[in-house]
């Protein structure tokens, strides 16, 4: 076998090598001096307390929200509190919460809701911005005298919006809800988008006619 020469390698760039380290090098340059993008950060403080209280309110014990369908309402815990040192029931419209044997909550609901057999939908989470905790309930409205109606068949017949959470406390305005406003415009603009199309439908065959002027 013949042995091969020895041969010897020209490493430089070829021509379109030099291009293309160019632009790389330009690509890490804008890249460079583009805007660093921030990860969005957690709502913590009046912020949060917006969003955990749409459609209702802030009180000393508790935040509460609403929709067309079910209530959510984040209770105040002490720093540090665990799920399992809570406890909370809810029979015949009063609802119960009590931590570690104390008593927190123990009133009776403004409105009925649909009581459920096995357990309540509820989380303990941190509370952002605060050292207190708070437990997340969520419950599902029924329209006064239909409780055997479902939520689903609830929003059929109608949308009840809540004033308040519990009897005694303090109640909101529940025409300037945002979400009801909401709601208002966009009927609004669907009756009158109904009306205009039925005005387009009465006239589309009338023949024009020439009014005298003299």
């Known amino acids: 076998m013949e042995e091969e020469d020895d041969m010897e390698y020209d490493d430089s760039e070829e021509p379109g090598d030099q291009g293309h ?10 890249a460079a001096q583009r805007p660093s993008v921030e990860p969005p950060q957690p709502l913590k403080g009046k912020e949060l307390e917006e969003k955990l209280s749409r459609n209702g309110a802030v009180t000393d014990s508790y935040i509460w929200s609403q929709n067309k369908k079910e209530v959510v309402i984040n209770f105040f815990l002490p720093p540090g509190t665990k799920a399992k040192e809570v406890s909370i029931t809810l029979k015949s419209q009063r609802l119960k919460l009590s931590r570690q044997g104390q008593t927190i909550i123990d009133k009776e609901l403004a409105f009925p809701v649909h009581e459920v057999d096995e357990d309540l939908d509820w ?9 207190r905790r708070l437990l997340s309930l969520t419950v599902l409205k029924a ?65 024009p006619t020439e009014v005298p002027t003299d």
């Open 21 to 30: 380290s160019a632009r790389v090098e330009e690509l890490n340059e804008e």
């Open 143 to 207: 329209l006064p005298h239909t409780k055997h109606l479902t939520a689903f068949q609830v929003e059929e017949a109608g949308v009840f919006w809540w004033k308040g959470v519990f009897k005694g406390d303090p109640e909101i305005d529940t025409t300037q809800i945002p979400d009801r406003q909401s709601a208002r415009t966009v009927a609004n603009r669907k009756a009158w988008e109904e009306a205009h199309e039925k005005f387009r439908e009465l006239v589309k065959n009338i023949e």
């Open 123 to 131: 989380e303990v989470k941190d509370f952002t911005g605060d050292t």
